[in-house]
């Protein structure tokens, strides 16, 4: 098991992966870190269950998107609060099946690997960014982003599958720009 020191000094390695994944979940900046913070004191509190420390990253991921899954699905409950008059008319069920299922395949987005591949997956799918933006955004070529694009997308769709998830039902969910900052 890893001390505190070994254990912070290896979290700290994969901060900005992590800030980023927390980000992508939470829809901003301050959410996200604070987040990330108490992600990784769970972590910690928790390392005993960390089964090897070649799967450190993994299993702080995961951990990381738990806790903002945590955060949304607390947040989701809040929210049903609000008198019905002054929210959207929507079906709540429907509200919600819609809602799971986003979660649900930006989780799948954001566990495949190598991360290069969830990069472009979330910036072209959920931040609607064009390859060029892409490119520049990664550093890489055009030609690059196309092709960890077109290999991300064969994991996206195995996983998909995998997890029950038609691309009829993928359809049905709307834009994933859509989650989690506008959801209501």
């Known amino acids: 098991m890893l001390n505190k020191e070994d254990f912070f000094n290896e979290a700290?390695?994969?901060?900005?992966?992590?800030?980023?994944?927390?980000?992508?979940?939470?829809?901003?900046?301050?959410?996200?870190?604070?987040?990330l913070e108490e992600a990784m004191l769970r972590?910690?509190?928790?390392?005993s269950k960390l089964r090897s420390e070649d799967l450190f990253y993994p299993w702080l991921k995961r951990i990381v998107i738990n806790y903002c899954n945590d955060l949304y699905r607390n947040n989701e409950r809040a929210e049903r609060l609000i008198p019905q008059n002054s929210r959207e008319s929507e079906d709540?069920?429907?509200?919600?099946?819609?809602?799971?299922?986003?979660e649900e395949i930006l989780d799948m987005m954001l566990t495949i690997e190598p991360d290069e591949y969830a990069e472009v997956l979330i910036l072209y799918f959920y931040r609607k960014f064009s390859y060029e933006s892409i490119a520049i955004e990664t550093g890489v070529s055009v030609g690059t982003v196309k092709s960890r694009l077109s290999r991300a997308k064969e994991l996206l769709a195995r996983n998909m599958r995998e997890n029950g998830i038609t691309f009829e039902e993928?359809?049905?969910?709307?834009?994933?720009?859509?989650?989690?900052?506008?959801?209501?």
């Open 12 to 35: 700290l390695k994969y901060k900005m992966a992590l800030l980023k994944i927390a980000n992508l979940k939470m829809g901003n900046s301050f959410d996200a870190e604070d987040a």
């Open 43 to 47: 972590a910690y509190d928790n390392r």
């Open 92 to 102: 709540p069920e429907k509200k919600f099946v819609k809602n799971s299922a986003r």
């Open 170 to 184: 993928a359809s049905l969910i709307g834009s994933l720009s859509k989650w989690p900052d506008t959801v209501t």
